[in-house]
Each structure stands twice: as structure tokens, then as C-alpha cells.
């Protein structure tokens, strides 16, 4: 009875098309700071100088920051088709969590572009009894040039029940703000220098619930809905993962940044890809170290093409994710 007089998106009332109203946003100097800062990116590319002015061309945004000036917004996208979320229904509130994303990267976004996204439903699937949702969100700038577009999963039904909080939990205090380094441009890859098998600069970056709040905070376009299972505890042990947990995007901005460490950033704008799936929770008072290897490299026509897997491994030694990624090399 409640479902129905709220009309609830379930998975059953899920059908591919389903599209949501197009947002429009600027990016300044101003949020690809602050985005740097959220995700705990010292990286100075990404930063204001200290006279607060940049050169006439502009700041570039971090790769990973199509998500949050492209959102997702299923919650509209069920709005827009007469239906409630279930993270907004006030009865049967519900969280549909990510589950994977892949992004591929078109052109380089930056300081005073003006990027209009769309985003639709794209498929809906069952595997080994859970369902899934994935979503097509496309980003373009203000010349109509295709910017990025990433093909977000949520988990719409899950069976396996609920994953418990770790008795040995993480004690990491990280600070709220990283304090701002240079671009580490001495190691980077290059086509002839990749190596099947060969490491990759490696990345550790603690969790608190401060940095999980000011994430989740960070929004260019949609409504911030603060009931979640990232920063609203209550409602969070109801849920999959029994707390807080930090989200699949923050985790996406971390391997970004770790990757970054041995591509060079033109290589992810320029038919770079990048595919993480989530594994375990990334809770506040964690440790990820990220340990990446060269799996393959190839040339189709003019492109030197090096594949790359990474791995997000938490002080107890649960694999938190893994990402497969492919990039274009000088």
C-alpha cells in the first residue's frame, strides 16, 4: 500500500531510457580546488596559486571530477519519470549503493568551461540473485564537444545480507586538508618505457568521517540529500554495510590520483579509461594502500595503448577494490 501511493523506483519499475532532466555547470578555479581538496589531492596542478589568480588558460580538473560536475542523480531521474527514489522515499528509505563505474575520457575539462550533462538508465541486470541498475551519464562542454561519459552500477537488490563493521577497526586520524606538493613529473611513463608486469608508483590514504562528510558535501548540480549511508550513521547500520561508509566516487578520485603518479595527465583525457569495482567498504579510520602493475600494451593505428590493473588493499589486508584502466601513451 505505501509503495504504491509513493510510487517507489524499484528495480521492477526500472526500465532502460528512463532519463532525467540535463544539469549545466561552470567549472571555476574556485571548485577544482576544492574537489582537489575533498579527495585529499595535494597535487599543486589542481590547486589556486598564491596570488589567487590563474593564467588566462585556467585551471584543469582532476579526471575523476566528471562525477561531481556530471552527477549521477538517480534520485531525479526517478522524479522525472513520476517515481521516489527509494533514498528519498520518507517510509521506505532505502540506499541503492554503487557497485562499479567505468569512465572514459574524451577531452580535457577546465577553468571556465561550461559543461551540460545528461543521464538515462542504461541497462538493468540479475546476477547470482542480486540486481543491478547501470546508468549512462554523458558530459559535454560548451562548444557541444564530448567531454567524458561513464557508465555508473548501483545495487538495487543485493541477497548476500548485510556486511558486519570490522572488530578490528582502523584508528587513522588523517588530516581534513593534505597539505599541497608538486606533481611527482620525474617517473612517468612513456610507451616504450612500460613493462608488462612492472609496478607502478604506489598511494596510502587514510578515511575519516570528516573527509567522508566534506565529499559527500561537495556538490555542483542536484539537491544534497543528507540521509545516506556515507555520513548518516542511523540510517547507515540499517543498511548494506552496517555504517558509514566512504563512496565509490571518492574511491575513483583516490586510484585517479595514484595512477597520476606514473601517467601523464593528457594521457587520461585523451581516450583514457578507468574501471573500479567495489569489493569491500572503505570505513573512516582506514588505510588503502593502492599497488598498481602493467598488464598489456598495444598499438591499434596511431595510439600506443598500456593496460594497467590497480588494487585498494585496507590495513587488515581486504581487497577494497580493484580497477582496470587503459591509457594513451607518448
Not at 23 to 32: C, D, H, S
Not at 62 to 83: C, K
Not at 191 to 207: F, H, K, M
Request: glycine residues 6%.
Amino acid at each position: 500500500m505505501l509503495e504504491d501511493k509513493e510510487k517507489l523506483w524499484l528495480y521492477d519499475m526500472v526500465e532502460p531510457g528512463q532519463a532525467g532532466e540535463p544539469t549545466v555547470v561552470q567549472l571555476t578555479a574556485e571548485n577544482i580546488t576544492e574537489y582537489a581538496r575533498v579527495t585529499q589531492n595535494p597535487d599543486t596542478r589542481y590547486q589556486l596559486p598564491p596570488g589567487g589568480e590563474t593564467d588566462p588558460v585556467g585551471l584543469v580538473a582532476m579526471p575523476t571530477m566528471v562525477l561531481s560536475y556530471a552527477p549521477l542523480l538517480r534520485e531525479d531521474i526517478a522524479q522525472a519519470n513520476g517515481f521516489v527514489a527509494q533514498e528519498a522515499s520518507p517510509t521506505h528509505r532505502r540506499q541503492t549503493p554503487f557497485a562499479k563505474c567505468e569512465i572514459r575520457w574524451h577531452r580535457v575539462a577546465q577553468e571556465f568551461d561550461i559543461i551540460t550533462a545528461t543521464r538515462r538508465v542504461l541497462e538493468k541486470y540479475e546476477r547470482r540473485g542480486s540486481k543491478f541498475v547501470t546508468f549512462r551519464v554523458e558530459a559535454t562542454n560548451q562548444r557541444g564537444e564530448s567531454v567524458a561519459d561513464y557508465d555508473y552500477t548501483c545495487i538495487f537488490d543485493y541477497v548476500q545480507g548485510r556486511k558486519e563493521v570490522p572488530q578490528e577497526q582502523g584508528s587513522a586520524n588523517p588530516a581534513s586538508r593534505p597539505e599541497e606538493s608538486p606533481h611527482p613529473t620525474g617517473r612517468l611513463l612513456t610507451y616504450d618505457t612500460a613493462e608488462e608486469g612492472a609496478q607502478l608508483a604506489t598511494l596510502a590514504l587514510s578515511e575519516s568521517q570528516d573527509i567522508i562528510n566534506a565529499k559527500d558535501a561537495f556538490r555542483l548540480a542536484g539537491e544534497h540529500n543528507p540521509v545516506n549511508i556515507h555520513t548518516d550513521e542511523e540510517f547507515a547500520r540499517q543498511n548494506i554495510f552496517s555504517g558509514t561508509v566512504s563512496s565509490g566516487p571518492a574511491a575513483m578520485a583516490y586510484v585517479d590520483q595514484m595512477l597520476a603518479r606514473s601517467i601523464p595527465l593528457r594521457s587520461f583525457y585523451l581516450a583514457g579509461r578507468l574501471l573500479l569495482r567495489a569489493i569491500e567498504p572503505f570505513r573512516a579510520g582506514d588505510t588503502v594502500t593502492w599497488q598498481g602493475e602493467i598488464t598489456g600494451k598495444r598499438v591499434e593505428g596511431d595510439k600506443k595503448i598500456v593496460e594497467f590493473r590497480v588494487r585498494g588493499t585496507n590495513q587488515r589486508e581486504d581487497l577494497v577494490n580493484l580497477s582496470d584502466a587503459a591509457f594513451v601513451l607518448p
